[in-house]
């Protein structure tokens, strides 16, 4: 599993009878790879994976693995019991997942003794690489500096960590602990730039569902960084990235998509589609960013038709 590069979080596609639509599932994951990124992440806060079924989730790590092929498929591990992430771990890696991103269990959060003894027995569950994911603002759980050297200690197959504390702070707080024992993801769209300046090596993006070239092309900016070129991206990449830090980003991440022509907005309740003056701000960002938008050599998602 080679931790690193620009990793979409990726959303899950929903038909009119709002079932998972796995055509273009495929279609979406082929057209994210084809347009250079490095693997994929299923079954995420923005893939909706609270409102799947079990079912559904190993369909969609199977389509997945299938269209990736030897591109990296990483499914996120979360769930109301320990068991229950156990279960998905454990049946993630039959699927052939190269790797786990483990998320504190839904709605219960607590004190350090609690989530380790949590984190950990989805860790060692499987053989496959790990990637804690840490995201204090969705999940009430914030896996601080020292408490992720204390994983890294006693798990070899801890491997990475996706910080989305939104405080680009952390990233050399856990290189101060750890060195480069594991490898930074930045979680949080806005802050890129910053996290990669810091020492992060990779990116677990939400707007790169509907602009792969540019999110790509950003992350490969910020690592060779050349200033004045990634400030120029950056600048028009910013408002479309913001969407991803409130809470109707899943909403707003696939409204996008509907209106590049690369997914629709279909969401699953409790979440509902944008409406009213939350659709009226949406729709200016998006109008700006479309009049502005540079130029890419992107290929086109109806290229990857039938994937």
């Known amino acids: 599993m080679n931790w690193c590069g620009v990793m979409p979080a990726m959303t899950t596609p929903f038909d009119t009878n709002m079932k998972v639509d796995h055509g273009f599932l495929a279609q979406h994951a082929a057209w994210q790879l084809g347009n250079g990124c490095h693997g994929l992440v299923m079954l995420g806060s923005l893939g909706e994976g609270a ?14 693995v299938r269209v ?40 219960y959060s607590s004190d350090w003794y ?21 995201n204090p603002v969705a999940y009430k759980t914030d896996f601080l500096p020292n408490e992720i050297a204390e994983l890294a200690a006693e798990h070899a197959n801890l491997a990475a960590v996706k910080e989305s504390s939104a405080d680009v702070r952390r990233v050399m707080a856990i290189r101060e602990v750890l060195a480069d024992r594991l490898r930074i993801f930045v979680g949080v769209d806005d802050v890129l730039v910053e996290g990669v300046g810091a020492g992060a090596v990779g990116w677990v993006a939400g707007l790169v569902n509907a602009y792969p070239a540019e999110s790509v092309r950003l992350f490969e900016l910020a690592k060779a960084g050349k200033r004045d070129e990634v400030f120029e991206l950056y600048r028009w990449f910013l408002p479309l990235l913001r969407m991803d830090t409130v809470p109707k980003f899943v909403q707003l991440i696939k409204w996008v998509q509907g209106k590049a022509g690369v997914g629709a907005a279909r969401v699953r309740a409790p979440r509902l ?18 009049a502005e938008r540079p130029a890419t050599n992107e290929r086109p998602i109806a290229e990857f038709a039938g994937a």
């Open 51 to 64: 409102t799947l079924e079990h079912d559904e989730k190993l369909a969609i790590l199977k389509t997945a």
């Open 114 to 134: 609690e989530m380790k003894q949590h984190v950990s027995t989805v860790i060692g569950a499987t053989k496959l690489e790990c990637m804690l994911y840490n």
């Open 273 to 290: 589609e944008l409406q009213g003056e939350q659709l009226k701000a949406a729709t200016a960002v998006f109008e700006k960013a479309l």
């Open 68 to 107: 990736a092929g030897k591109a990296p498929v990483v499914a996120a591990i979360s769930s109301l019991s320990t068991k229950g992430a156990v279960q998905l771990a454990k049946e993630a890696e039959d699927a052939g997942c190269s790797g786990l991103m483990v998320l504190p269990p839904y709605v």
